[in-house]
């Protein structure tokens, strides 16, 4: 089992930044991806971003790239997701998944992630 809790949420205005941070705990030994979701009111959970745990390789999806960055720091357990340049449709729940087998190198799937955190609300004003 994986426990993944995030924290960094919150308020922002449009143009901003936050940093999205999430903590792994239990068998984090078998974590082989961490990736970073959201969910819009009344739409589905979308991908955003994952990361190789062991060498640190990312994708993500294009219409973040270059405004979020997704990094792990592996003596934390940690899976960070810095988020920039924020417009109002950035509002969204964010979710933390880890996938604890092998499969495809960047799973962009919510279904190939085993387990999923609380999530954090993130709201950027215009």
């Known amino acids: 089992q994986v426990q993944l809790d995030e924290s960094g949420g919150g308020l922002v205005q449009a143009g901003g930044s936050l940093r999205l941070s999430c903590a792994a705990s239990?068998?984090?030994?078998?974590?082989?991806?961490m990736g970073w979701f959201r969910q819009a009111p009344g739409k589905e959970r979308d991908f955003v971003a994952t990361?190789?745990?062991?060498?640190?390789?990312?994708y993500y999806t294009p219409s973040v790239k270059g405004r979020f960055t997704i990094s792990r720091d592996k003596a934390r357990n940690t899976v960070y997701l810095q988020i920039s340049s924020l417009t109002p449709e950035a509002t969204a729940v964010y979710y933390c998944?880890?996938?604890?087998?092998?499969?495809?190198?960047?799973?962009?799937?919510?279904?190939?992630?085993?387990?999923w955190g609380h999530g954090t609300q993130v709201t950027v004003s215009s």
């Open positions: 998944a880890a996938k604890t087998s092998r499969g495809n190198r960047y799973p962009m799937a919510a279904r190939e992630y085993d387990y």
């Open positions: 239990g068998r984090t030994s078998s974590i082989y991806n």
């Open positions: 990361i190789i745990w062991n060498d640190g390789s990312t």
